[in-house]
């Protein structure tokens, strides 16, 4: 399987900061995987955002994209951010231009792409995302949950090898919540690319296939969900909480009901607690 990002032995320090927000890290990413990376604030998470394509450059080590594209390399960075599609938390400070189809065309005319096929891309995008007929829309006009999906469209218009989501939906209300997390799913099943979820919402990362734990800017633990929120205790000690349907199970063994095997699956959960 093909990696898509690879970090060898990253050190980043910030120029006013003394202690590295990145320490000794290294990881990959391989197509087809969908990553979530949780930790709390400070932990590094939202620095490695930055690094993937090349907004910032590491004080130590390398990362690599696509196999071929090297942040040590000054004339790869360009081709970095192209394999890169990235969603920022805020939907509001996305926005560049007056309608939706304007805002999806600004990357695609940056980079060139001829008229036809920015065009074709442009009602591709959108129509993945479920926004063909807000296409002349003015963004003030748009809810939070729309706004993140024009945002979604505008990086897969690229064609990016890799989507990252940094705290995406940190700003969004539930539903709009699930309707972005609901996009984003379906575009990952249907196309061929890796998802990075950077989340402080911990009951996304239960669609991850890897969940990736940092702390104070090193990885501290790494595997599926189901092998990581089995380590309940753990997670609570660096400051981070467990999903819903983990704190449920913990609640019920509490008062002799114990299950046994942690379930990671709300509805599983329900039909083993009827079974019981």
Known sequence: MQTLIELDRVTFRYPDQEKPALQDVSLSIAAGEWV????????????????????LLPEQGTVTVASRYSSAVEEEIWEMRR??????????????GTTVRDDVAFSLENWGVPREEMVR?????????????FVEREPHQLSGGQK??????????????????????????????????????????????AVVAITHELDEVLAASRVI?????????????LEVFKEASFLKGIGLDVPFVIR????????????????VDERKLVNRICQS
Do not use: C, W
């Not at 891309?121 to 007929?133: K, N, P």
């Not at 690229?158 to 379906?186: G, I, N, W």
């Not at 734990?213 to 969900?225: N, Y």
């Open 248 to 263: 449920m199970q913990e609640l019920l063994k509490d008062r002799g009901m114990d299950l046994g095997e942690t379930i």
């Open 213 to 225: 734990v940092m702390e104070a800017g090193r990885i501290v633990l790494e595997g599926t969900p």
């Open 121 to 133: 891309r442009i009602d591709d995008s959108l129509a993945r995302v479920g926004l063909t007929e």
């Open 83 to 96: 394999a890169i599609g990235i969603v920022f938390q805020n939907p509001d400070n996305q926005f560049v």
């Open 36 to 55: 979530a990376i949780v930790g709390h604030n400070g932990s590094g998470k939202s620095t490695l955002t930055k690094l993937f394509n090349g907004l």
């Open 148 to 193: 993140q999906r024009v945002a979604i469209a505008s990086a897969i218009a690229m064609r990016p090898e890799v989507l990252v989501l940094d705290e995406a939906t940190s700003m969004l209300d539930p539903l709009a919540r699930r309707e972005v997390m609901s996009t984003v799913q379906e575009l990952y099943e249907n196309n061929p690319m």
